[in-house]
């Protein structure tokens, strides 16, 4: 977070705040209620070229910030109400005036934006969009999402074109920025039956995102000193390849194949063609990245499931034939007196899962 100097009028004013414990974007917005600020969020441009400095309330200013990325900047202001902030996704109404925001009357919708951000320690892949559920505006009238067919993005040629468009309308349930799938301003669109909302009453809502997962178990594979065994779980396959013995300790030999395309999240859309609904849009949403350097989290579990002390594991063959990854590793550890013969193998990762947050805006601003 950084102060914007020209657009607070006492830099120097003192704050104090006891929140006691409260989750994390909670305790943010009390902070911006103590000291009178809220998020700026007009995005500055730069000048016209040869203009010069500009000057004025809305001047270009540039924040000095190294080494920071998504510095929020601070401005004198009174906080919306219109934000959830108790849980691990902040759901936040950007201001009506946001210059994305409009207002047509032809079509008779109304779009506006929402920002989702995680709180820290929320390992985000992306945030898929927004489910909206229920949504009331002068008075109790209801209104209905649109899902409006995305404008022309450069870049995608005819057929990414096409795919992005039949996204838009197979996903049906969800209002998604198809332009940009990663960024954290949502649009939602709705349709206001000519009648022009000044704010919302109520928006229901369900948050989709996709998070990484704590490390946990992939693949696991039970009596491995008998030298001989394979186990597959989500896209990853672990074979024991042999068992010997050097230097008095016993040398595990496993073998460890991996899809990376199979690892990653794979998204297939309904769409309607002649009266039948087929899965037929096959899009691939991961960035995982085929690393046959990075030596594979083994563990060795005992029969009673703890992790056996001292394993030494190093990777002694590797390759990747831009399909699949193929590592060879050796584990080294002293053979346990009782229970050798129960040892299990384990491959620990993370998993890709979505996740859903429902949230209640009330008083969202209408452009």
Same mark, same amino acid.
Request: avoid cysteine; charge should be neutral; aromatic fraction near 6%.
């Given at each position: ?13 003192? *704050?104090?705040?006891?929140?006691? %414990? ?9 902070? /911006? ?14 000048? %016209? ?13 540039? $924040? ?9 900047? $601070?401005?004198?202001?009174?906080? %919306?109400?219109?934000? !959830? ?8 109404? $950007? ?7 409009? /207002? ?60 992005? =468009? ?18 954290? +301003? =949502? ?18 809502? *369900?948050?989709?995102?996709?998070? !990484?997962?704590?490390?946990?178990? !992939?693949?696991?594979?039970? +009596? ?11 896209? #990853? ?29 794979? $998204? ?52 990747? @034939?831009?399909?699949?990854?193929? #590592? ?9 007196? +009782?229970?050798? @013969? ?26």
């Amino acid at each position: 977070m950084v102060l914007d100097k020209a657009a607070v009028k006492n830099l120097d004013r003192t *704050v104090t705040l006891d929140t006691g %414990p409260v989750p994390y974007w909670q305790a943010v917005h009390a902070f /911006y209620r103590a000291a009178g600020l809220v998020e700026d969020d007009v995005p500055f441009a730069a000048p %016209p070229p040869g203009s010069g400095p500009s000057s004025g309330p809305r001047a270009v200013r540039r $924040l000095q910030a190294p080494g920071v990325t998504n510095t929020i900047r $601070l401005i004198d202001g009174e906080p %919306p109400a219109a934000v !959830v902030a108790d849980r691990g996704f902040r759901v936040r109404a $950007l201001p009506a005036n946001y210059g994305q925001n409009k /207002y047509d009357d032809l079509k008779g919708e109304v779009t506006f934006h929402l920002d989702i951000d995680a709180a820290p320690g929320v390992p985000v892949r992306e945030i898929v969009g927004v489910d909206v559920k229920k949504v009331t505006a002068d008075g109790g009238r209801a209104l209905a999402a649109a899902f409006p067919v995305p404008p022309y993005v450069g870049g995608f040629g005819w057929d990414g074109q096409m795919v992005m =468009q039949q996204l838009a309308i197979a996903t049906r349930d969800l209002n998604m920025d198809v332009t940009n799938l990663t960024e954290n +301003h =949502q649009a939602v669109t709705l349709k206001t039956n000519g009648l022009r909302p000044k704010k919302l009453d109520e928006l229901q809502g *369900v948050v989709v995102a996709r998070v !990484v997962t704590p490390p946990e178990p !992939v693949v696991t594979l039970g +009596h491995v000193l008998k030298g001989t065994g394979e186990a597959t779980a989500d896209g #990853q396959t672990v074979q024991v390849t042999g068992v010997k013995t050097v230097g008095g300790r016993t040398v595990l030999q496993v073998r460890n194949v991996t899809r990376p395309d199979s690892g990653e999240d794979v $998204l297939n859309f309904p769409v309607q063609m002649k009266g039948q609904v087929r899965q037929f849009i096959r899009i691939n949403r991961g960035t995982m990245r085929a690393d046959p350097t990075r030596l594979p989290d083994f563990k060795l579990l005992d029969a009673t499931g703890q992790p056996l002390k001292g394993l030494s594991a190093r990777i002694t063959s590797m390759g990747f @034939d831009g399909t699949t990854m193929t #590592q060879d590793v050796e584990l080294t550890f002293d053979k346990p007196e +009782h229970g050798a @013969d129960d040892l299990s193998l384990v491959l620990i990762g993370r998993r890709t899962a979505v996740v859903e947050m429902p949230f209640v805006l009330k008083d969202v601003p209408m452009p």
